[in-house]
């Protein structure tokens, strides 16, 4: 609360340079924030040392509150009255899925989009990371419990020995590839402000933009910075660490990036030879532009978009939305299931068939030349058949909604459980005319894709005691 409140005070600043009205929403509720903070921050608990059950209840928890802090600025300003709807663009920002509930998002301050980009930049890396990098914690294991809760992917990698210093290198190499775009975006002629909103959304692999229209009206050189860093942003940021301190040949044999960079490749090349033969762009080096653009932002979840991709054959729809599953690399701010997991069930379902042919043989599974241990393997497959059954589950109660029909509600749980952004269907553009019960299942989706499903079942199984058995399982597992 005290960390939220203290980033509040940029949109303040904004505010004040643009002459508006919202630095008095933003000042009284990180005040408010602050205060509560505060006299929370007084109760010393006689044991601080966190096992691995209480890093995911805190995780869950304390995205909760940031989110619903997060939304009450929108509320009070008038911005966006409806406080559900508040809350669910906030947990889209802090989530970085990228989708809105608003119908014209140009009518917003300047204040008002920079919070909102801002939640993207902040949501990306980690709040949980952030407060790790400036804070001490206690010792024991407490700062990797909560780092592995927050950080996505199968295996939490530290590129130095001390939870603290890996923090604080992750948000350098943050901060620098952030500052990287908005000066490659000010080269390209964006305005400052617009630049930083872009680069916002971008490294946080979000997709609010300030237009209505994404960004459809930017000049294909502005689009073209915002998909190489796009890609950028997808990438683990430990790779960043390794060329950092010389060892690039290392970043480039890793497997991982391997897999990305050839589903990328794959994909750009089969859904441009779709896109062109049915002649939905007139030249070649168009159809090759935006579906470079396209591909990049859906496996990045990312969620800008550069045209209206819903015009797209299914074929290459389709696609999109396999990708869309797989995300990005893990470590990276992309949502989805992830390279490495994706990988991983590949690698297994290879091993399981071998296994049934050759009933004898040996077969050891291994990732970036490693064997990896029986509770990874077996982690990522529950994650697999979880996420199938929330997702399944999610679909049937939007189905319920009178907006939706298969589609739509597929696309739209598709989108806001993967934190992508990018919807087909009636899903595209603003969610706003969903109704209530569609919108919460919104938002558990997509705390539920950012925290990686643990933290957000482990959450609702301890409030709600009739599922307490659902945590006992899932704490046994976690520890």
Known sequence: MIIEAALM???????????????????????GLAILGSLLYLIKPKNTLLHARDGFLIVGLA????????????????????????LMETVS?????????????????????????????????????????????????????????????PITEKVSPKIS?????????????????????????????NSFLISFATMGTGGFSYLNTSLMDMTWAQQTIATVFMLLAGLNFSLYFLIATGKGISA???????????IYVIATVVITVNVYMTGKFETLAEAIHHVAFGVASVITTTGFVSCDMDL??????????????????????AGGLKVSRFAIMIKSCRRYLRKMMHPRSVSVLRFNK???????????????????????ISMIV??????????????????????NGVAFGGAVGSMSGFAWYSKIIFIIDMLIGRLEIFPIIILFATLVSPFRWISKKIKRRAD
């Open 370 to 392: 490693k064997e990896l241990p029986k509770d990874v393997h077996h982690t990522v497959m529950f994650y697999i058949i979880a996420l199938v059954l929330l997702t399944c």
């Open 93 to 153: 920002g802090f989530t970085t899925t990228g989708v809105t509930i608003l119908d014209d998002i140009e009518a917003l301050s300047h204040s008002m989009l920079f919070w909102r980009s801002f939640t993207h930049w902040v949501g990306g890396m980690g709040i949980l990371v952030f407060m790790l990098s400036i804070t001490p914690i206690a010792g024991g294991g407490s700062a990797l419990y909560l780092m592995k809760a927050e950080s996505p992917g």
């Open 398 to 419: 939007v189905t319920l909604d009178p907006k939706s029909d298969f589609t739509t509600a597929f696309s739209a749980v598709s989108t806001t459980i993967n934190n």
């Open 252 to 262: 480039i044999k890793d497997e991982e990036f391997r897999w990305y960079a050839a």
């Open 165 to 193: 210093s890996t923090a604080k290198w992750l948000y350098v190499i943050y901060f620098a590839i952030t500052g990287a775009e908005v000066i490659a975006l000010c080269i390209a002629k964006l305005s400052l402000f």
């Open 9 to 31: 005070l940029l949109p303040v600043i904004v505010a004040v340079i643009y002459r508006e009205p919202h630095w008095l929403h933003f000042i009284l509720t990180a005040v």
């Open 312 to 333: 797209w054959p299914w074929f290459s729809k389709g696609l999109l939305l396999l990708i869309m599953f797989i995300g990005a690399c893990a470590g990276s701010t």
């Open 63 to 86: 995205w909760l509150v940031l989110s619903a802090a997060g939304a009450v600025p929108f509320v009070i300003s008038g911005s966006i009255p409806n406080y559900l709807n508040a």
